[in-house]
């Protein structure tokens, strides 16, 4: 009956689509101008709009006699109601743009909308691909011409700062970006061949000359990113990011003693043996239920309720497969703030170590240890065995000192995870505890230069302690959190996982509207524009750039002025080369490297 229902509805829909497509559009007359000026010519063109739907515009140019050089008179209204030289209005570029790129939807589903709206509208999906495109060209626009209102307003709260980085997929340009974190605002983005020294520069003064510059920059460890802040913005402080120079420093910290767990625990087959086990007991397991069902009662027991006798067989294996479940669940002891942050390796031997310590419980006892079966006296061998190698033993202990190390870092540093998903926290100080931080990084420099000075402790302690050292020398003048204000909020922002979280949302959205996992083709393609989008979901920035909601995107369009060239000019413009690539027209030309060494300089020859 449901089928029957819907297919009904399909062909009402079809027919009344036949139906409006066979009537004939209306026409609107536009006239250029109230005054009776003499008709240079009329021109009709069929417009296409959410609004109105399909109609044909007759727009009527006048000519002024007084001023025979001056361009005709064309209508106002219907100026800013569709783009010069196209057919589909404003408020379709600004519906198409809003369902692609703030719903994710895709192009296939807007189409749908539209023919089932009451303006039965059928667009091509090319042309909704050329619609989409037009709304970021136009929001860039809107962006950039919107400049001195966003200054007046972040000059007027005071305390700005900016947060740069860059992005990109395997192959593709940098797509690089400048943000105001506390208003949460994307000031300027460009796409660049590479992360390079001289457009890092240009991106960074033109944005400050748009927005005037701020009180300080973050970046992260890139030696382009800091030779780009000191020449570009040299009367700028800029500081280095505490979240990117804790991770640079834990990656240091780990990287040995993990590294040789990792080729220990390869080379003694502890997984690949525990899996076998797994496996097998698994199936006996599975066995025991299909041909007693009701046997399994490791659960009932747990939550305090009788134990069937039928269930003592299963339970000792019951309890060596939970085992064996806690055991691989070592990811959850971490903060998803990724590594080395949560360094999983770690996890994963400290449950192994306590396992071992549970099981000598056990064994302490002769009569239990006596009862236990086969399975659970090899699972306690190959742990023990594991653990007592002394490669593994040596390995672990320089671990923990490693992350023991690390931790006192990071609590020097207040990085301590925060928040459902600490990966993205923006970790801005309050305060009162800029100095703290300041004090505990220097208490720590001066202890780990007197270890170093002193020989104090074993030759692996110093060769950790050096490392954080090392850093901390180095950028020790970028760390400085005392100077300047803390903005409205009174925190101090001393990171840019602001912009890297931009970034990623930017990246889930295009996954959205096409389902790949690999965005190289789509970072291709899209223009800088596109990271402008987050943008509009901020209600501050829709007051001070649209005036209001979303629905005022349409008139704004309608009401920017337009570079030379238009939109076709700067669609040419979206794909920058690496500097010395050559573009893959030619690359895939017939005998490619033939024609290719026949440019190999000659002296004797004249180019």
Request: charged residues 20%; contains cysteine; positive net charge.
């Amino acid at each position: 009956m449901v089928l029957l229902v819907q297919e009904l509805q399909q062909q009402t829909r079809v027919q009344l689509q036949a139906l409006a497509q066979l009537s004939a559009p209306p026409t609107y007359r536009f006239d250029a101008a109230a005054s009776p000026l003499p008709v240079l010519k009329s021109r009709a063109r069929q417009v296409r709009s959410a609004q109105h739907g399909s109609f044909v515009a007759v727009e009527v140019m006048r000519t002024d006699p007084d001023r025979p050089q001056a361009p005709p008179q064309r209508s106002p209204a219907l100026a800013r109601l569709v783009p010069r030289h196209s057919s589909y209005a404003f408020d379709l570029i600004a519906q198409v743009g809003q369902q692609v790129f703030l719903k994710g939807q895709r192009l296939a589903q807007v189409r749908q909308t539209f023919q089932e709206a009451p303006a039965h509208l059928s667009i091509p999906l090319s042309t909704l691909q050329d619609l989409k495109m037009k709304f970021l060209f136009y929001l860039g626009l809107l962006h950039q011409q919107a400049a001195p209102q966003l200054q007046a307003h972040l000059q007027q709260r005071g305390h700005v700062q900016w947060a740069i980085d860059g992005t990109l997929e395997l192959g593709t340009p940098v797509f690089f970006g400048i943000k105001e974190p506390q208003a949460d605002w994307l000031l300027a983005v460009r796409k660049i061949s590479t992360e390079n020294l001289a457009d890092i520069q240009a991106t960074l003064q033109a944005t400050a000359a748009a927005y005037g510059p701020p009180e300080r920059i973050w970046h992260d460890l890139s030696p382009v990113m800091i030779q780009a802040c000191a020449t570009a913005l040299p009367e700028v402080a800029h500081r280095v990011c505490h979240f990117h120079l804790a991770s640079d420093v834990g990656h240091d910290l780990y990287q040995a003693p993990q590294g040789a767990l990792l080729k220990r625990l390869q080379a003694l087959r502890l997984q690949a043996r525990l899996k076998e086990q797994r496996r097998g007991q698994t199936e006996r397991l599975h066995t025991q239920q299909q041909q007693d069902p009701g046997t399994l009662g490791l659960q009932a027991l747990w939550q305090g309720q009788p134990l069937a006798e039928k269930s003592f067989p299963t339970l000792s294996r019951e309890i060596l497969l939970a085992c064996h479940q806690w055991l691989l669940d070592y990811a959850s002891e971490g903060h998803r703030q990724g590594f080395p942050f949560d360094p999983h390796v770690l996890y994963y031997h400290r449950r192994l170590v306590r396992l071992v310590q549970a099981l000598a419980g056990l064994r302490r006892q002769p009569k239990l240890w006596a009862m236990a079966p086969p399975g659970l006296r090899n699972f306690d061998q190959l742990l023990t065995t594991y653990l007592a190698d002394a490669q593994v033993q040596q390995s672990l202990a320089w671990f923990e000192q490693a992350h023991q190390l690390f931790e006192r870092f990071r609590s020097a540093l207040r990085l301590a995870a925060t928040g459902p998903c600490p990966v993205h926290d923006a970790y801005a100080l309050a305060a009162r505890d800029v100095v703290a931080v300041q004090e505990d990084l220097a208490q720590l420099r001066q202890d780990l230069r007197h270890q170093q000075e002193s020989e104090e402790g074993s030759a692996q302690d110093r060769k950790l302690g050096r490392i954080i050292l090392t850093h901390l020398d180095r950028y020790w003048t970028q760390l400085d959190l005392t100077e300047g204000g803390t903005g409205g909020s009174g925190l101090r922002v001393r990171t840019t996982n602001a912009l890297e979280t931009h970034w990623t949302q930017g990246k889930r959205q295009c996954r959205q509207i096409h389902g790949r996992s690999q965005l190289t083709r789509d970072f291709r393609a899209l223009p800088a524009e596109f990271m402008l989008v987050p943008n509009l979901r901020q209600e501050s920035y829709q007051q001070l750039v649209l005036g209001g909601g979303l629905g005022q995107l349409a008139q704004k369009f309608a009401d920017l002025r337009l570079p030379q060239g238009g939109f076709q000019h700067w669609r040419q413009q979206q794909h920058p080369e690496r500097c010395g690539s050559l573009p893959k027209r030619l690359l895939r030309e017939e005998n490619f490297p033939d024609k290719l060494l026949s440019y190999w300089p000659n002296p004797s020859k004249a180019f």
